[in-house]
């Protein structure tokens, strides 16, 4: 599948149905300065995201729905909720999201899945908006360094660190 790179990435928008239904593709980069809502959980606005989103018939279970698969791939700068410096979060998004038209049944199932989410189809989809949900969802709730030491560090210092000031004074003044 042959896949057409969007110069104007940010501001596209797309029929959804439609460009489910015609296997449609687009290629672009997202500049992280664009995304306003994803910006305030970042160190850094600097940056930006590799995404593809293509159209597709469901050829599973839900034979003839039309859904979007999209793909997002960047590095966020977060702050580790323990030591806040940053951390960085490698975002690889690889989603498959059922687009609902009007009035259309929501599957039972959506909520439990986790192959797949269900989003309202729109004439008027905003590929901006779109992607930066996804990327909101896809960041850790509590961003922390997987190994981030403060904590165990703190407490080595005040177990090894001796004698505290005062008994030092104490001792100078037997002197
Ligand atoms: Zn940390």
């Known amino acids: 599948m042959s896949c057409r790179e969007e110069q104007d990435f940010a501001g596209a928008v797309i029929d959804s149905l439609k ?13 992280l300065s664009v995304l306003p809502r994803l910006t305030d959980a970042l160190v850094t606005r600097k940056g930006w995201l590799d995404c593809e989103l293509a159209g597709y018939h469901d050829t599973g279970e839900r034979t003839g729905k039309l859904g979007l698969h999209l793909r997002v791939r960047g590095r966020l700068s977060l702050c580790c909720q323990r030591c806040l410096a940053e951390v960085v979060f490698d975002c690889a998004i690889d989603s ?3 687009l609902m038209p009007p009035g259309a049944e929501w599957p ?6 986790d192959d797949y989410d269900a989003i309202p189809a729109s004439r008027e989809l905003s590929v901006r908006a ?7 969802l896809a960041l850790p709730i509590v961003p922390r360094h997987a190994d981030c ?8 210092e005040i177990e090894e660190s001796g004698p505290s000031p005062f008994a030092v004074l104490a001792g100078l003044k037997k002197h």
């Open 19 to 31: 460009f489910a239904a015609n296997e449609d593709c687009i290629t672009g980069k997202l500049a």
């Open 130 to 136: 779109l992607i930066e949900e996804e990327v909101l």
């Open 149 to 156: 030491l403060l904590p165990v560090v703190v407490e080595a």
């Open 96 to 98: 498959r999201l059922l």
């Open 108 to 113: 039972a199932e959506e909520l439990e899945s």
